[in-house]
């Protein structure tokens, strides 16, 4: 795995 | 879906379901795209590279972070209405040749909302706003600081409402500029959560289309106006926000000649308009698309410089950024949002304002037509049939309900235009936002 690097979602409620 | 692109040397891979975002060689991104079924040349891989290479993507596979099955779960909409903008007057001291909302007369006759109105509207929204602590109002027009003292009194009444049911408002408003002066300003500092500042960009670009009612170029009568406001609006919210049109493709331009003005907060939107000498057509997208790289280089640039301005398009948040419930629920309007013009009449947005097929009721019968609502609740990303192919779909939740009917006849039809420039916009925005990483992680070293 050093070919490809993962560059970024962080682990409905409506708040936003 | 995954979606490869390049950006300069640069190679990155995009994972729709995961909304992952990888970089890579020159070499994986040809083999990645050979595996997608597209016709390339992967003779300069060796075997023993490919053998590498396909395990770094089984890898990223079996971490769900490449070909991860896109979501088809419907999003279960609540009723809840969260914001509403106020068309606090439909009337204007600009008559910009692009305005949307027909000079700010919204196809109707000039007319300034009264507080009763308004302080219905407020009502409106605190009684149909459910649990929901946080509401929103913008205050929009036509020119809402031509009726200032009814946004001053509106503004007022929310505050004390909404402490009385235990909510908080968060207010925003639009303005041309002209009348942001002395105790206006300092009211609207003090009590705006977001301004927003109308300024095309260079002073013969914003000249051509931002003219005063006896035609004449309006930069010269707002500039100082809104680089006043700026200068005592210290580290809150606002934004400068312009309209590129076909006339000044050249757009990049015009957002740096904000940003040498001081101003570190900047939109600048294609123009919507069926006008046809400003109207954005396919032709002009290369023109476009090669301004917006002009844009993303130079962004960067200055970002490294500790120069750096917030460009409202070139932020996207892949990891702290909305939940996919939300991703797929397209824009909110005439659900979440709606518009109320000055004699109270309800609309699903400020772009649908103003056409009869879409008035949804009053502030003052205080219900909606639910044949309407339906229509928009149950729209959603996955009526949107033609964005099952698009990598960017997770983004743009499907695009602007009101661009797509209005050039498409259909809310969920999307607009191609427009499309193609979120498409660019996100590959600029997912570059930026890997260089900026690349920035912090060189200067940790």
Same mark, same amino acid.
């Given at each position: 795995m050093n070919k490809i690097k993962t560059v970024a979602p962080a682990d409905g409620c409506g708040e936003c | 879906m995954v979606h490869v692109f390049q950006y300069k040397e640069r190679y990155y891979i995009f994972d729709t379901g995961s909304s992952s975002?990888?970089?890579?060689?020159?070499? $994986?991104?040809?083999?990645l795209r050979k595996k997608l079924g597209e016709d390339v040349d992967i003779s300069s891989v060796s075997e023993a590279e490919r053998r590498e290479y396909e395990e770094d993507f089984a890898q990223l596979e079996k971490d769900g972070l490449l070909f991860k099955e896109e979501t088809k779960v419907y999003p279960a909409k609540s009723d809840e209405v969260k914001a509403l903008c106020l068309h606090i007057c439909h009337d204007c001291n600009l008559r910009c040749k692009y305005c949307f909302a027909d000079e700010g007369a919204y196809h109707s006759a000039r007319e300034f909302m009264s507080l009763e109105t308004a302080k219905r509207a407020i009502d409106f929204l605190i009684e149909n706003s459910g649990n929901r602590k946080i509401l929103e109002t913008d205050f929009f027009g036509g020119e809402p600081l031509m009726n200032f003292d009814v946004v001053k009194q509106t503004v007022y009444y929310a505050k004390e409402r909404a402490a009385a049911k235990g909510k908080k408002f968060l207010f925003t408003l639009t303005t041309n500029g002209l009348l942001l002066k002395d105790d206006i300003a300092q009211f609207l500092n003090e009590e705006m959560e977001n301004v927003v500042l109308s300024l095309d960009g260079r002073k013969e670009v914003h000249d051509a289309v931002r003219k005063t009612a006896n035609g004449k170029g309006s930069f010269d009568l707002v500039i100082d106006n809104i680089k006043n406001f700026v200068k005592i609006r210290g580290d809150k919210?606002?934004?400068?926000?312009?309209?590129?049109?076909?006339?000044?493709?050249?757009?990049?331009?015009?957002?740096?000649?904000? $940003?040498?003005?001081?101003?570190?907060?900047?939109?600048?939107?294609?123009?919507?308009?069926?006008?046809?000498?400003?109207?954005?057509?396919?032709?002009?997208?290369?023109?476009?698309?090669?301004e917006y790289d002009a844009l993303c280089d130079e962004y960067l640039k200055r970002y490294a410089e500790g120069k750096g301005f917030h460009f409202f398009h070139f932020n996207v948040d892949l990891e702290g950024g909305p939940c996919l419930a939300k991703r797929v629920s397209a824009c909110g309007a005439g659900n979440e949002y709606f518009s109320v013009v000055p004699n109270g009449d309800i609309y699903p947005c400020h772009q649908f304002a103003g056409d009869p097929a879409f008035?949804?009721?009053?502030?003052?019968?205080? #219900?909606?037509?639910? #044949?309407?609502? #339906?229509?928009?609740?149950?729209?959603?990303?996955?009526?949107?049939?033609?964005?099952?192919?698009?990598? $960017?779909?997770?983004?743009?939740?499907?695009?602007?309900? $009101?661009?797509?009917?209005?050039?498409?006849?259909?809310?969920n039809d999307p607009y191609e235009i427009t499309c193609a420039m979120m498409r660019k916009r996100t590959e600029n925005a997912m570059h930026i936002l890997a260089e900026k990483k690349r920035l912090s992680q060189n200067e940790e070293r």
């Open positions: - | 975002l990888h970089e890579c060689d020159e070499k $994986a991104a040809l083999l919210h606002y934004y400068v926000r312009g309209t590129f049109t076909k006339k000044n493709t050249d757009f990049a331009k015009d957002v740096l000649f904000i $940003a040498d003005n001081g101003f570190d907060s900047i939109s600048m939107e294609p123009v919507v308009t069926d006008i046809e000498d400003l109207a954005i057509t396919k032709e002009e997208l290369p023109a476009i698309f090669k008035k949804m009721g009053s502030v003052y019968e205080g #219900k909606l037509d639910e #044949k309407i609502r #339906k229509q928009f609740k149950e729209s959603c990303l996955f009526t949107r049939k033609k964005c099952d192919g698009c990598f $960017a779909k997770f983004i743009c939740s499907g695009g602007c309900s $009101a661009n797509n009917y209005h050039f498409n006849g259909d809310i």
